[in-house]
């Protein structure tokens, strides 16, 4: 049978898309060493029907900057994509192994997992620093252990101006803890968006005090607050990594 002009044309286009698919996704194969975690997520875009992220760790159910950054993710991929919340607030490193809540995450299948560090809730708990790294580590493997093909990224939670110099028995207070997992990130590799140092650094250049940006307890994120902090994560989605730990 002959085909019309009409779908002569289509099957031109279909080839062309397909062919333009490959070289992309060959493209972004050949750099995986030193991709953003945005093109990560458009190449995973193009290999499945839909994309999968999952917010992990100490992150509120409320919080206002995990919204925007969904936002800005899907504009940025242009591609289906869901969003998951695992919010164990106050959780600690040993509490999310001992209560097995990887087995949650699981069940949300995603691509890229952002792990928000729990400095806070290991400081409270009193654990030492050898231990909170000990847990981190063994947070990885679990999750690696479940989901091989996900990509991990730390992320350091905002800083707070109540908590910093309020020491536990060890005389250690939240920014010990979180300079022990950021050494912990860094020494095996992993990926990390340092917001709490990158957080700090902009209010300096900036001049704007970090009590300005946070509401009265201290700790929780103000609207100005929660703009900066937006602002440092797209920023840090949009950097270069070693995204070859994934799919």
Do not use: C
């Amino acid at each position: 049978q002959l085909m019309t002009v009409a779908e002569q044309t289509d099957q031109k286009v279909e080839e062309v898309t397909k062919e333009d698919v490959t070289a992309q996704i060959a493209g972004y194969e050949e750099n995986r060493g030193e991709l953003s975690i945005i093109d990560y997520l458009k190449y995973v875009s193009l290999l499945k029907d839909e994309v999968s992220i999952s917010f992990y760790g100490d992150v509120a159910q409320e919080e206002q900057w995990v919204s925007e950054i969904d936002t800005y993710i899907k504009d940025q991929i242009g591609s289906t994509m869901k969003v998951n919340r695992l919010p164990y607030t106050d959780y600690n490193t040993y509490q999310l192994i001992s209560e097995n809540k990887v087995t949650d995450l699981a069940q949300t299948n995603p691509d890229v997992v952002f792990f928000q560090l729990t400095p806070y809730a290991d400081q409270e708990l009193d654990i030492g620093l050898a231990d909170s790294s000990d847990y981190l580590e063994m947070n990885y493997a679990a999750i690696k252990d479940v989901l091989p093909e996900a990509l991990i990224v730390f992320v350091s939670p905002n800083p707070s101006s109540s908590e910093k110099g309020d020491t536990n028995s060890r005389t250690l207070d939240y920014t010990s803890y979180l300079n022990e997992m950021i050494s912990t990130v860094e020494s095996n590799e992993w990926i990390e968006f340092n917001l709490h140092d990158n957080y700090l650094e902009k209010l300096e250049a900036d001049e704007i005090l970090l009590e300005n940006t946070l509401t009265e307890n201290g700790k929780s994120m103000n609207s100005e607050g929660t703009a900066v902090y937006s602002t440092l994560f797209e920023e840090a989605l949009n950097q270069k990594r070693d995204t070859t730990s994934g799919i």
